[in-house]
C-alpha cells in the first residue's frame, strides 16, 4: 500500500495566500475607505453581503482550524478531516482548496467535491457561490445527474460521487482537478468506496494531487487503516449536543405511531423551535406526512399552524433552505437514513425525534434478490442526529440507553449487488487504471456471481476481460441487464420503445399513491394505460400519452397527471434520461428505429430485447392463481398489487410465463413491473449455457421439451388470450432467422 507523498515544496502559508487578503479572513474590519477590495476569482469588487456571509462562516467551529488545514493541504497529498453536520466542513473546505489552486493560478487543474445527494449537491453550489460573492454556474458550478451548472470559469464543482466515478472512464487520472474533496464518507455509498480506493493508485501517479477526505468521527479510524497511519488526521470540535431522552423501553419495532404522538404533543407545549424527525424509510415519510397534514387541521388555531415537510433524498420537492417561513408556524421535518447531512441549513431545529432504526434492502447473491430488513441505525449516525439541535435542544431517542448500535454504517458496496461495479471496474482495467484498493473487499461469492452474470450478458471475452459489447455497455448509465436490452433493440428495431422503458425504470415511479378515499379512482385512471401485454408497455402508454399531453393547447401536463394521478416530476425525469440515452446512442452511431409501438411485430421484438438482457429473470405461473415459481432460484412469488396483472388479473386472465424486472424477498414476495413472455422466444434469446445451469424443476423440463420438438411446433398448451406466441410468429413472419441473437 502506497503511502500519501509529500510535496517536495514546501513554501509556507505566507507565500502562497499572502497575496489574497480574503484567505486572511480580513481580520481587520472593512469599511468604506479608499481602495475597493476585488474578489481573486473574478476580479470585481466585494459586495456587502460578502462581508455579512464571512462573519457568519468565522462563526463555524470549522474555521478554527483554517491555518492548519492550509498547512496540511500544502505539505500533504492526503488530508482527512473529521466532524460532523453542524462544522462547516461542507462549505468552507472546498473554498478553502479552491484558494490553494488559484495560488498554482490552476496549473493542475479545478476543484471538485462530492455529495451523495443530488440535491445537497446543488445547495451547497447556491450556498457557497454566495459565500465567494461569484455567480452561480460561473466560478461555482454543480454537475448532477442529467444537469449541469457549469461552465469554462468554473474553478469549484460540487457533483454527485457517480457523476464524477462516471468521469473517470474518460478521464482515469482526473488530471481536470487539482484538488478533490470527497465528502460524507462515512457514509459509504458504492461510488464514494470506489472513488476511496482508485484515488490511492491516482495519488501514486499524480504527486501534484490534493485529496480530502471529510467523514463522521466513529469513521476515521477506518479510513486511517486504509490509508496509513501516517496520513494527517484533523478533527474539528463538536457542537453542543442536546439534551437526550431516552425511551424507557418497549419494543423496538413500536417507534412509528410514538414518534408522531410525540411531535403532537411538543407542538401542544408550545415551546419554540422546529421539530426533525428521523424514520425508518422513506414510505414510512410519506405516510407520516399525510397523517401529519390530517392531524394538524384538527389543532387548535391559537398553538400555530403545524407544516409538515417530507425531506428525504430523491424527493421532488422543498429542501430545508428553501422552505419559506410561515408566521406562528412549526415545520416538523421528516426524514430517514443518509438523509442528516441535508440539514446543515437549518438552523431553526430545537427538536430532533429518533426512532433508532432504517429499512434497507440488502442483496443476495444466491437469488439474485434484495432482501428487506429493520434494522438499528449505526452509533455514527445516532451521534450526528443529536447535535443537529441548537444548543438548548432535545433529542427523543425512542430505545433505550443502553440498546447497542453498530459502531458504523454498514458499507452499501457489501449490501448491493456488484454487476455494475464489476462492469465498471473492468472498464477501468481498458481505461489504464486496473486496481481498486477496497477498505472493504466485496464477497467472493458476489464476486463470482457478478463475473458469472457478465459472462451471460457477452460482457466479458474468453479471458475474462471486457468485451466489445461490453465496452458500449458501460457507457450507457444504467444497469448491465436493461443495457443489454438496449443494445438488442438495435439489432431488433424497437430502439425508440425499448428507451423508453429504460427510462421510466431510472426515473422514480410515475405512480402516486392516493389518498384512502381516492384509491379506487386511482386504480381506475391507471387502468386505461394497462397494456395486455404487460407493466413494460404500459410504462411506453403512459409516456406516449404524457408526451401527447405536452402539445395539447387547451390543459398543462401538470394538470393531466394530477388528474391520472401521475407524477409529473418523475415523467419529466423520465424525458431527460430519455434524452440523454438517446444522445449517447448518436454518439456511439449505432442504428436507431422509428416508431413502431403497437404492431405485432414491434411488440415481439421489444420481448425479444428484453429478454436479451434479463432472461435470468422469467417465471412462471404453476398453478394458474398467480403463483409464479422463478426458473433461476425456485422461489416463488406474486405479481405486485399495482401491476398490470394485479388487481384486475383473476378477470383479465394471468399469463403463464412472464418477464420480471425486479423480485424483493419480504413478508409478500413480490416481483414488479411484469410483461407476458412465450417460452420459444425465451428459448431463442436465452444463452444455451445459462438454460443449462439453471436448476431442475417441472418449469425447465417444459423448456426442454420444447427445445427438443424445434421449438412452437411442438407446444402442446393453448395460448392465453393476450400471449404472443407461435401464431403471432406465423402472423409476422421476421426476416431473420430464429437463430440466438446476433449481440451474443
Not at 484515488?199 to 504527486?207: C, I, S, T
Not at 441535508?342 to 443476495?364: C, H
Not at 438496449?486 to 420503445?497: H, I, Q, R, T
Amino acid at each position: 500500500m502506497a503511502e500519501p507523498c509529500v510535496s517536495e515544496d514546501h513554501q509556507t502559508d505566507t507565500e502562497l495566500f499572502g497575496s489574497s487578503q480574503v484567505a486572511d479572513g480580513c481580520e481587520e474590519a472593512f469599511g468604506f475607505g479608499d481602495d475597493l477590495e476585488l474578489n481573486q476569482f473574478d476580479g470585481l469588487p466585494y459586495s456587502s453581503r460578502y462581508y455579512k456571509l464571512l462573519k457568519e462562516r468565522k462563526s463555524l467551529p470549522v474555521w478554527k482550524v483554517r491555518s492548519e488545514f492550509l498547512d496540511l493541504l500544502v505539505n500533504n497529498q492526503l488530508v482527512i478531516v473529521s466532524g460532523t453536520t453542524k462544522t462547516g466542513k461542507s462549505s468552507q473546505i472546498p473554498q478553502w482548496c479552491a484558494e490553494f489552486c488559484l495560488s498554482t493560478q490552476f496549473q493542475h487543474g479545478m476543484v471538485v467535491c462530492t455529495q451523495i445527494h443530488q440535491q445537497q449537491a446543488v445547495e451547497l453550489a447556491l450556498r457557497v457561490a454566495d459565500e465567494m460573492d461569484v455567480n452561480i454556474g460561473h466560478e461555482v458550478g454543480y454537475s448532477i445527474p442529467l444537469e449541469t451548472c457549469c461552465s469554462s470559469d468554473t474553478v469549484l464543482r460540487y457533483c454527485t460521487d457517480d457523476v464524477l466515478l462516471r468521469e473517470m472512464m474518460s478521464d482515469p487520472m482526473l488530471e481536470h482537478y487539482g484538488a478533490i474533496v470527497l465528502d460524507q464518507a462515512h457514509e459509504r455509498t458504492v461510488s464514494t468506496d470506489i472513488l476511496l480506493g482508485l484515488l490511492k493508485e491516482v495519488l501514486v501517479q499524480r504527486p501534484e494531487l490534493r485529496v480530502v477526505v471529510l467523514s463522521a468521527p466513529p469513521a476515521e479510524d477506518c479510513l486511517l487503516g486504509h490509508y496509513g497511519s501516517s496520513v494527517p488526521l484533523l478533527r474539528l470540535e463538536k457542537v453542543n449536543e442536546a439534551e437526550v431522552v431516552h425511551s424507557s423501553g418497549g419494543s423496538h419495532k413500536d417507534y412509528f405511531y410514538p414518534a408522531l404522538r410525540l411531535v403532537l404533543e411538543i407542538h401542544r407545549t408550545r415551546e419554540e423551535g422546529d421539530i426533525a424527525v428521523f424514520l425508518a424509510s422513506a414510505q414510512e415519510v410519506e405516510c407520516a406526512y399525510g397523517i401529519l397534514c390530517k392531524e394538524g387541521a384538527r389543532l387548535s388555531g391559537e398553538l400555530g399552524q403545524l407544516v409538515p415537510v417530507a425531506l428525504h433524498p430523491g424527493r421532488l420537492g422543498l429542501c430545508p433552505c428553501t422552505t419559506e417561513e410561515q408566521p406562528h408556524s412549526r415545520r416538523v421535518y421528516l426524514s430517514h437514513s443518509q438523509a442528516e447531512d441535508m440539514f446543515w441549513a437549518v438552523d431553526s431545529l430545537n427538536f430532533v425525534i429518533d426512532t433508532g432504526v432504517e429499512r434497507k434492502y440488502v442483496y443476495n447473491p444466491r437469488v439474485r434478490a434484495s432482501a428487506e430488513v429493520i434494522r438499528p441505525i449505526s452509533r455514527c449516525r445516532a451521534d450526528i442526529r443529536k447535535q443537529l439541535t441548537k444548543p438548548a435542544g432535545k433529542c427523543f431517542c425512542l430505545y433505550p440507553e443502553d440498546t447497542k448500535l453498530p459502531a458504523e454504517c454498514v458499507p452499501q458496496l457489501l449490501e448491493s449487488s456488484i454487476v455494475p461495479t464489476v462492469l465498471f471496474l473492468k472498464r477501468m482495467e481498458v481505461a489504464g487504471l486496473g486496481h481498486c484498493d477496497f477498505i472493504n473487499r466485496p464477497d467472493p461469492e458476489g464476486l463470482m456471481q457478478a463475473l458469472e452474470e457478465l459472462d451471460y450478458l457477452a460482457a466479458l471475452d474468453n479471458d475474462g476481460n471486457l468485451s466489445e459489447i461490453g465496452i458500449i455497455m458501460s457507457e450507457l448509465p444504467l444497469d448491465p441487464q436493461m443495457a443489454k436490452s438496449l443494445l438488442a433493440s438495435c439489432e431488433f428495431d424497437c430502439v425508440s420503445e425499448v428507451v423508453t422503458i429504460a427510462a421510466m425504470l431510472a426515473a422514480p415511479s410515475c405512480f402516486l399513491e392516493p389518498p384512502v378515499s381516492m384509491a379506487a379512482e386511482a386504480t381506475q385512471c391507471h387502468l386505461k394505460f394497462r397494456h395486455p401485454e404487460g407493466d413494460h408497455f404500459t410504462l411506453i402508454n403512459i409516456y406516449n400519452t404524457f408526451k401527447q399531453s405536452q402539445r395539447e393547447p387547451y390543459f398543462s401536463p401538470e394538470k393531466w397527471c394530477q388528474d391520472y394521478f401521475l407524477c409529473y416530476e418523475a415523467l419529466q425525469t423520465a424525458c431527460a434520461i430519455r434524452s440523454e440515452l438517446m444522445d449517447i446512442l448518436r454518439r456511439l452511431e449505432l442504428p436507431i428505429s422509428e416508431l413502431a409501438f403497437g404492431t405485432k411485430t414491434n411488440t415481439l421484438n421489444i420481448k425479444r430485447a428484453l429478454l436479451a438482457g434479463y432472461f435470468m429473470q422469467i417465471a412462471r405461473d404453476v398453478d394458474g392463481s398467480g403463483t409464479y415459481f422463478m426458473l433461476s432460484n425456485k422461489h416463488v412469488a406474486q405479481v405486485h398489487p399495482l401491476s398490470s396483472y394485479g388487481a384486475k388479473a383473476h378477470k383479465l386472465g394471468l399469463p403463464e410465463w412472464v418477464l420480471f424486472h425486479e423480485y424483493t424477498l419480504s413478508e409478500n414476495n413480490c416481483i414488479r413491473t411484469v410483461s407476458q413472455i412465450s417460452p420459444e422466444v425465451f428459448i431463442q434469446m436465452a444463452p444455451q449455457y445459462f438454460f443449462y445451469n439453471l436448476p431442475s424443476s417441472e418449469s425447465k423440463d417444459m423448456l426442454q421439451h420444447i427445445m427438443d420438438h424445434d421449438g412452437p411446433g411442438g407446444k402442446d398448451k393453448q395460448p392465453t388470450p393476450q400471449a404472443i406466441t407461435s401464431a403471432t410468429q406465423t402472423d409476422c413472419p421476421e426476416p431473420q432467422s430464429y437463430d440466438r441473437c446476433v449481440i451474443q
